[in-house]
């Protein structure tokens, strides 16, 4: 069993326990940033006088040679390993023989993990925010083609007032803009290099950490090497962003798993990303929309677990930080893959028009407008109110809406009521008459559409 520590001891690990230690089998996929950290810590290193030139190119070249191989196949990562720093550095070490002890100068495991695990979070944050924003242009580019689609809008799920389809979907885009913004604010945070903080102290050695930082596309490095070795924030600030992502997307998710059932059918999803039945043969199953909101519960437990393992760890580094790896990598790659099917089931998604007419048509979501037209026409807003409440209660006994209602019942409620009523609660003027910023009226949401568009470019 290759470890990087066998100098103190005299009994070999028992084999259980180096499995019960080991990490390579989740850390591993992290060969890509460790022997990136490792060329530049060599670079350095060389740079600084603490090793030759040579030495440095002959460590660079193998690291390469290394990385190559385990990017084609040609190379596999060895399970008995303890991680992947003894993996590479070993492997290393039989390429190039003695040189290759010398890389290890000057750093340590602790340093290390936390710069590979910074670089290999940066990448992910990087490609989820990618995805985000390819989700962002299908909900803008849906949005474009049903400003004019009427919808209930619903509060406490019931029917409340109306809105158009595009409105709706607005308001998602400005939660998926949230977390864009959320994601580059922890990227920030994250973007400060651990290398040379060595097991904690520092270092005696004369190092340059602004070159490795430098190098490798750091703001800088960490002030104070404790923190350095032992700061775990960012994996649980990107935990609690990328929840945050999940919560928005089983909240969509539960609203098109509402809309794909008989009882709405605003919606169908495309048979691509639906399922059906094994037994039967009429079902047609949103089991994507119901994953995604199952999953988010996968999420939020990676964050739970991070928090509660560094609750209680002193300074500086502890075993117990192998455990946010699992955690934060189960986080990410959940996100990633439920992002990777939700945003195409949403561009192929067919949109029923006529079936949120005909649902905005009834619940009386015209009932505020019928008040408004009132307080226009002098009559005080909870006077109103009431003589409206009078009247939906009026039409419920008849089977009536307010659309329905002659024009005398109108006015034996109230003899302010004219012909006109009817033209103020169209469903169409309800939505237009909306100009207010931010409201449903297609001109405010047209606006809304560029505006998120803006804000996606500087993004």
Known sequence: MAVLWSGRFQKELDRQVNDFNSSISFDGRMFAQDIQGSMAHAAMLSACGIISQADADTMIQGLTSILEDLQSGALQLDMDCEDIHTFVEGELTNR?????????????????????????????????????????????????ENVHTILPGYTHLQRAQPISFAHHLMAYVQMFLRDLDRLADCRRRMNLSPLGSCALAGTTYP????????????????VNSIDGVSDRDFAVELAAGLSTVMMH?????????????????FVELD??????????????NPDIAELVRG??????????????MLKGLPLAYNK??????????????????????????????KILPDNMRAAAAKGFINATDCADYLTQKGLPFRTAYKTVGELVAHCVRESLTLETLPLEAYRSYSDLFEEDIYQEICLEACMEKRLSQGGAAPASVLCQIQLSHEALERM
């Open 271 to 284: 048979d691509a990303y639906s399922t059906g039945s094994s037994i039967m043969p009429q079902k047609k």
């Open 249 to 265: 997307l089983s909240r969509f998710s539960e609203e098109i798993i509402l809309w794909c059932s008989w009882e709405f059918k």
């Open 207 to 222: 190092t340059d950490r602004e070159m490795t930082a430098r190098s490798l596309g750091f703001d800088g490095p960490t």
């Open 320 to 349: 117990d930080m192998q455990e946010d790896k699992e955690a934060i990598f189960d986080c990410v790659d959940t996100v990633r893959q439920c992002l990777l099917v939700f945003t195409p089931m949403l561009r192929t998604m």
């Open 295 to 308: 999953k988010t519960g996968r999420v939020y437990g990676s964050l739970v677990t991070l928090l509660t």
């Open 96 to 144: 190039i023989g003695e040189v290759g002890k010398r890389l290890h100068t000057a750093r340590s495991r602790n340093d290390q993990v936390a710069l590979d695990l910074r670089l290999f979070l940066r990448d992910e944050v990087d490609g989820i925010r990618g995805q985000l924003k390819e989700l962002i242009q299908v909900l803008l580019t849906r949005a474009s």
